[in-house]
């Protein structure tokens, strides 16, 4: 399996974003890895922020930065043509590039030469590690838990990572699975199994899970959303590939429409609970929906407890918000443990 | 899209396989392009014949032969080692190869060492065209059918070469939508679906099958099968992005258990047709399960005919054999055709 050494810390890059969701790169490094990130550089245009200081690559530079990190994405995962001028002048001041763009760095001859001209590197870390195997469907030892989405860039990444800590912090061995670029940038490794040939997700997901003690659990960052028509394929292969023995629903109060597809609409929870057991169960038949995590980012205090209450109220699971309320969310810990006893 | 023009007539090179289920290139080939085909060459060991004559690479050469097409696959589509001498064998009789394995021929240095010595030509037909849009899910005009399976390797392909030529002789513009090897190599065009970065591949699907006439049939060829887990991504994916209007299921009367997976019961007919619906209701809320393709190769006449009558009658949908009783296969072309009025 690939892993990395990225050049630390990260100035990041924020292109000219007017979507939350387009930039779940950067905000999640900044919610994840804040000691890695010394500030932001936005294009005219870029309303996004992580709220790092805005900082030029030359005085990020001054600052102790080391590479400039891709944190916005454009949709299919190209790098946009007017990105390039900034990459260079990032380049020029001395940083080396990380990206998980589709898109490689290195097969943009602009960015290519620009990179061997000022003796910088550029790093792409959504290449999948060669060698994937088939995937073979058998059941393996240790628990395994796999966050799930309503729709794509809602709380899938920051879901598993909140759930993984918890589990350590109660001494229960458990390691967080990056599945994207910013996981795998958080984590320092993983797979990035949208990259992946369609045939070998499933065996990508499994060798991102290998059997384990009995004790340990592996918990998986969901990718994309089996309601999302254009992602589905990516969230089946990892379902079935990760075999889970607890799934956890992530979903984003008052979204009303998937990411980027205005005539689709965000399923109902009670839906996508039903589908995503219909599907896991061919690979583990005791699998289990535990708990729901709640992203009422959009929400006021009274209205983001109202939206919680509301869902433990009609489903009977355990629901919280990871970011906004921590100390709730180990009643969604509690019943991942209480659904394999 | 990437387009071939191939050398033919081919020599079928069959290996060392022993079950049908890995050589369905070399039978498809035999079965919907004999015309292509001068004989077949097989390894020590080997037990699937595709009943043409058995020809070793100089002697096929004689007859007329210009490539040698690798007919037979193995689990996750590597060149096997032991192949490789055969392959090296008909590229000094003066054949080209033409592959589908998902390893590249001219990624294995013995083989592009050896054509390059002997003036010959490596087709890796598996190699996806650049550029794969992302899926949007948009509805398009024209209809659109897809067949899809309880299992993999049970005939998806027959049944929509099938569906194809029964719809153009009764003078409905339809087309014959390849999405894997052994399609494109029959029908000159198409996609390798598997082979497509997981991301792309609901939009690769939806690049086959773009907007057309309103009365134009696509007829896409399904890959995989929902209930695989090895391979419920690649379906997944064409089923979104084909957005069919009709769905027509292919199953093997008498296949219990996935192909390569001995663990996995072959799901029931209702459970197949349930759940492609509900997934396929996501991108095309009038979609219809319109008829059962049933292979019946492994059954005698009588059982062959109770079969079909079984699945008739517990169903409530006209179902028959392409291959066995091509007249028959009427009705399912007019359930398709009865399904969109």
Redesign the interface.
Same mark, same amino acid.
Do not use: N
């Given at each position: 399996m690939t892993t990395y050494s990225l050049p630390q810390p990260y100035l990041l890059f924020m292109g000219d974003a007017t979507e939350a969701g387009f930039a779940k790169t950067a905000l999640g490094l900044k919610d994840w890895a804040p000691e890695r990130c010394v500030g932001e550089w936005t294009l005219p245009g870029g309303t996004v922020s992580t709220g790092l200081p805005m900082l030029s690559p030359r005085q990020a530079r001054a600052e102790g930065a080391r590479a400039m990190l891709v944190g916005v994405a454009a949709?299919?995962?190209a790098i946009m043509p007017h990105w390039i001028p900034a990459l260079i002048e990032a380049l020029e001041a001395g940083l080396d590039l990380v990206s998980g763009m589709?898109t490689r760095m290195a097969d943009t001859p602009a960015l290519a030469e620009a990179a061997a001209r000022c003796g910088r590197r550029l790093y792409d870390v959504r290449t999948p590690p060669p060698d994937i195997?088939?995937?073979?469907?058998?059941r393996r030892t240790g628990r395994r838990l796999l966050t799930v989405g309503t729709d794509c860039a809602l709380g899938k990444k920051y879901t598993a990572l909140a759930l993984a800590n918890a589990l350590k912090s109660r001494g229960i061995p458990a390691d967080f699975r990056a599945t994207g670029q910013t996981g795998i940038m958080i984590a320092g490794a993983g797979i990035p199994?949208?990259?992946?040939?369609?045939?070998f997700?499933?065996?990508a997901a499994e060798a991102l899970s290998p059997a384990a003690d009995p004790a340990h659990w592996d918990v998986v960052e969901g990718q994309g959303s #089996?309601?999302h028509?254009?992602?589905?394929? !990516?969230s089946?292969?990892l379902l079935?590939?990760s075999q889970p023995d607890v799934i956890v629903l992530c979903h984003e109060a008052g979204r009303t429409t998937m990411l980027g597809?205005p005539?689709?609409p965000v399923p109902s929870l009670r839906e996508a609970i039903d #589908?995503h057991l219909?599907?896991a169960r061919? !690979?583990n038949p005791a699998v289990k929906v535990a708990a729901v995590s709640l992203n009422t980012s959009q929400l006021g205090e009274d209205a983001a407890l109202a939206a919680i209450k509301a869902v433990r109220d009609e489903l009977g699971l355990p629901c919280a918000d990871p970011l906004r309320h921590p100390d709730a969310f180990a009643s969604v810990v509690d019943a991942c443990l209480a659904a394999v006893r």
């Open positions: 949709v299919g995962g589709h195997p088939i995937g073979k469907g058998k199994i949208d990259a992946v040939v369609s045939d997700v499933a065996g #089996l309601f028509p254009s992602f589905a394929a !990516v089946l292969g079935h590939g597809l005539d689709y #589908l219909a599907l061919r !690979v």
